[in-house]
């Protein structure tokens, strides 16, 4: 009896370990009503966000703006919580369930559009998140914010182990012209269209906006490793 309770128990807690999975939280896509006024707010966190958005502290809530940029390095052990575009999507290794992402950091002043999420066309460069789970579900080129612990920094690109992450897909978040010292990395440059010399901010974003902005999602959504 108890070599089968114990057979049991370990059968439990492997299923546990291999079921664990970093929780994920996707913003529904609705279709966006034009209006004749645009309103500002404060960015606030959803439910099950809001225990991790709390740990934060106070010079990590807003990372960056128009006025002052910030530096995602140099934050070995640190907790944080960053913006940023899907670039690049692991492959689980065998017998793994995580993978990684790499992001193109983008700025957050704390404000966003009412309607509309929105952070700024600029950033600090790329960093990876290591996130538990199937990253299948993570779609080429959405908006993510990751909550978690700068691990370690390899050639310039911090990696963050991620505890939370929650994903604004294509027609749930926007860009802003406004912003502070660009050092985002110039390959990702090269598929702005509106770069070279548009307006960058949408307030009703379509699916042509976002391929003129951040290129084809068929372009990415690969192994990291491939796309740097």
Same mark, same amino acid.
């Given at each position: 009896?108890?070599?089968? +309770?114990?057979?049991?128990?370990? =059968?439990?807690?492997?299923?546990?370990?291999?079921?664990?999975?970093?929780?994920?939280?996707?913003?529904?896509?609705?279709?966006?009503?034009?209006?004749?006024?645009?309103?500002?707010?404060?960015?606030?966190?959803?439910?099950?966000?809001?225990?991790?958005?709390?740990?934060?502290?106070?010079?990590?809530? #807003?990372?960056?703006?128009?006025?002052? @940029?910030?530096? &995602?390095?140099?934050?070995?052990?640190?907790? =944080?919580?960053?913006?940023? &575009?899907?670039?690049?999507?692991? /492959?689980?290794?065998?017998?793994?369930?995580?993978?990684?992402?790499?992001?193109?950091?983008?700025? %957050?002043?704390?404000? *966003?559009?009412?309607?509309?999420?929105? =952070?700024?066309?600029?950033?600090?460069?790329? %960093?990876?998140? *290591?996130?538990?789970?199937?990253?299948?579900?993570?779609? @080429?080129?959405?908006?993510?914010? +990751?909550?978690?612990?700068?691990?370690?920094?390899?050639?310039?690109?911090? #990696?963050?182990?991620?505890?939370?992450?929650? =994903?604004?897909?294509?027609? *749930?978040?926007?860009?802003?012209?406004?912003?502070?010292?660009? /050092?985002?990395?110039?390959?990702?440059?090269?598929?702005?269209?509106?770069?070279?010399?548009? /307006?960058?901010?949408?307030?009703?974003? *379509?699916?042509?906006?976002?391929?003129?902005?951040?290129?084809?999602?068929?372009?990415?959504? +690969?192994?990291? #490793? #491939?796309?740097?």
């Amino acid at each position: 009896m108890r070599h089968t +309770v114990l057979i049991l128990l370990i =059968v439990l807690i492997s299923g546990g370990i291999r079921g664990a999975q970093t929780p994920i939280d996707f913003q529904p896509v609705k279709k966006l009503e034009r209006g004749n006024s645009l309103g500002t707010c404060n960015y606030t966190p959803i439910d099950k966000e809001k225990p991790f958005y709390a740990k934060l502290g106070s010079g990590e809530r #807003e990372t960056g703006s128009f006025m002052e @940029a910030y530096d &995602i390095h140099g934050k070995k052990g640190k907790y =944080v919580s960053w913006y940023g &575009i899907v670039r690049g999507i692991s /492959r689980a290794k065998p017998g793994e369930e995580k993978f990684t992402l790499l992001l193109e950091h983008k700025y %957050f002043d704390g404000m *966003t559009d009412c309607h509309i999420m929105m =952070v700024s066309q600029s950033g600090s460069g790329d %960093f990876e998140a *290591t996130v538990e789970g199937n990253g299948e579900s993570i779609p @080429a080129l959405a908006l993510v914010r +990751v909550y978690g612990t700068v691990l370690e920094e390899k050639d310039k690109i911090p #990696e963050i182990s991620v505890v939370y992450i929650r =994903v604004w897909p294509w027609l *749930t978040f926007t860009l802003t012209d406004l912003d502070a010292e660009d /050092r985002t990395n110039p390959r990702w440059l090269t598929y702005c269209k509106r770069c070279k010399g548009g /307006r960058i901010y949408d307030p009703y974003p *379509t699916e042509m906006y976002y391929r003129e902005v951040l290129g084809d999602p068929k372009d990415f959504g +690969v192994h990291p #490793e #491939e796309t740097k």
